[in-house]
């Protein structure tokens, strides 16, 4: 591994995508980054997405455009060509800042024990005002294992988690990435930068506008694998997350090479509800949101109080029909 530029693999997984690639993959080649290894994996495109791929075949390690079983089969084809010391994955509506790729080689040089890095990215989108968006360093141990607090785009990890852990989950569509960097942070060290890496474009046909029911579902599923994980002092908070109709039962069970701390768990939880609660109100169904608030302001009252818009969130979940919860997030929008 060079000591100034370790190898970093850029894995781009699309499909008919011919909006938007362009402009991801030339934010990746003006990176200008010496030691870049890029793979776009094309899940067979039938729009002007292969046209344009090959217009930078030559600039490109490897590309295909093969039919695949969804976006983490895609990236999971990627990253088994990897050779990379550092890996990422950027979907192709995204794309990087300037010099994201020196700023990220330097941390993990200057930094050799973390597993992981993670900082913030630009969110914009057509009609809306661009904002900075990135993992806050406060309780930052529990919203990580609750949840996914960092946004993907903006996250880098080492090659031999993908060697140690596998690969991304096919079952899960959804919370793939969270499922997947949880397994890193219980056993390995991360760094959290206020450094902007990425610009995530958010548009009507993005996943995470148009399918929150099934992100809540995949986070429950995920969380579910971490209380096994932590047995048996998770066992009270297994038997709350039944209680709410929320736990998956299941064998599986994440590996774990470190203590975590009860009240740190039971953060995380809170966390982990807190954003099937945000996942639910986004559809909205108020009759989720309202019987996890419930649970919430019973149970864990400090952690309601942390948030000071739940108990408006509590009380339009509990009076107000969907429809109107519904209109009243299209105004404030």
């Known amino acids: 591994m060079s000591t100034t530029y370790p190898k970093i693999t850029v894995v781009t997984p699309s499909y008919n995508q011919g909006v938007f690639i362009e402009q991801t993959i030339r934010s990746v080649l003006s990176q200008n980054y010496p030691n870049l290894e890029y793979i776009i994996i094309d899940g067979g495109s039938n729009d002007a997405s292969v046209d344009i791929i090959t217009k930078y075949a030559q600039a490109l390690t490897y590309w295909e455009s093969k039919p695949d079983r969804g976006q983490s089969h895609a990236i999971n084809k990627g990253f088994q060509r990897a050779t990379g010391d550092i890996i990422t994955w950027l979907n192709s509506d995204d794309t990087f800042t300037e010099n994201a790729l020196h700023k990220v080689a330097q941390y993990f040089t200057q930094n050799p024990e973390i597993a992981l890095l993670h900082g913030k990215t630009i969110i914009w989108g057509k009609g809306m005002e661009e904002r900075i968006d990135g993992a806050s360093p406060k309780d930052l141990e529990a919203r990580a294992l609750g949840s996914l ?38 056993n390995y060290p991360a760094l959290r930068v206020d450094d902007v890496f990425s610009r995530y474009l958010y548009h009507e046909a993005s996943k995470s506008v148009t399918q929150h029911a099934r992100f809540a579902k995949d986070y429950a599923f995920v969380f579910s694998k971490i209380l096994r994980a932590t047995l048996p002092e998770s066992q009270p908070l297994i038997s709350q997350m039944k209680s709410l109709g929320l736990y998956v039962e299941g064998k599986e069970a994440f590996a774990l090479s470190r203590q975590i701390d009860i009240s740190v768990l039971e953060r995380a939880f809170c966390h982990n509800l807190y954003s099937q609660l945000r996942f639910y109100y986004s559809i909205p169904d108020s009759k989720a949101v309202y019987h996890i608030l419930k649970f919430l302001k019973k ?35």
């Open 299 to 333: 149970n864990y009252l400090n952690f309601y109080k942390d948030y000071s818009e739940l108990a408006s969130v509590y009380w339009r979940s509990r009076m107000l029909p969907d429809a109107c919860i519904r209109l009243l997030r299209g105004f404030k929008n």
């Open 149 to 186: 607090p960092f946004p993907q785009p903006s996250s880098f990890f080492k090659r031999r988690m993908f060697e140690e852990f596998g690969a991304l989950s096919e079952d899960l569509h959804y919370g793939m990435d969270y499922d997947f960097f949880v397994q890193i942070l219980l």
